[in-house]
């Protein structure tokens, strides 16, 4: 059964730091891409890093180039998110999946940006 289970997310100030983690299950993790998603309230859930199988970093929206790295520890079937001087508009439930978007979906991790 595939699972997703996000976690490391929290209430930060403008300019901090976040590590959020995903542990999936339920497929071959070492073999397949996987990607960081985000959905603010009221909004689509939209793109955010991609990571090849064997680690390779494939892309970032441009908003988070430069703040944000993705990273995998394929022994632990576990996908990371640094995210670094984070800002208000980085305010989201952050999402992670398999790059062919397997159901269901995780719950979710809550980054609120405020001061």
């Known amino acids: 059964q595939v699972k997703f289970v996000e976690s490391g997310g929290g209430l930060v100030q403008p300019g901090g730091s976040l590590r959020l983690s995903c542990v999936a299950s339920?497929?071959?993790?070492?073999?397949?891409?996987m990607k960081w998603f985000r959905q603010a309230a009221g909004k689509e859930r939209e793109f955010v890093a991609m990571?090849?199988?064997?680690?390779?970093?494939?892309n970032y929206r441009d908003s988070v180039k430069g703040r944000f790295t993705v990273s995998r520890d394929n022994a632990k079937n576990t996908l990371y998110l640094q995210m670094n001087s984070l800002k208000t508009e980085d305010t989201a439930v952050y999402y992670c999946?398999?790059?062919?978007?397997?159901?269901?979906w995780g719950q979710g991790t809550q980054v609120t940006v405020s001061s």
């Open positions: 999946n398999a790059g062919s978007l397997i159901e269901p």
């Open positions: 339920g497929f071959p993790f070492s073999s397949v891409i």
């Open positions: 990571i090849s199988s064997s680690g390779v970093i494939l």
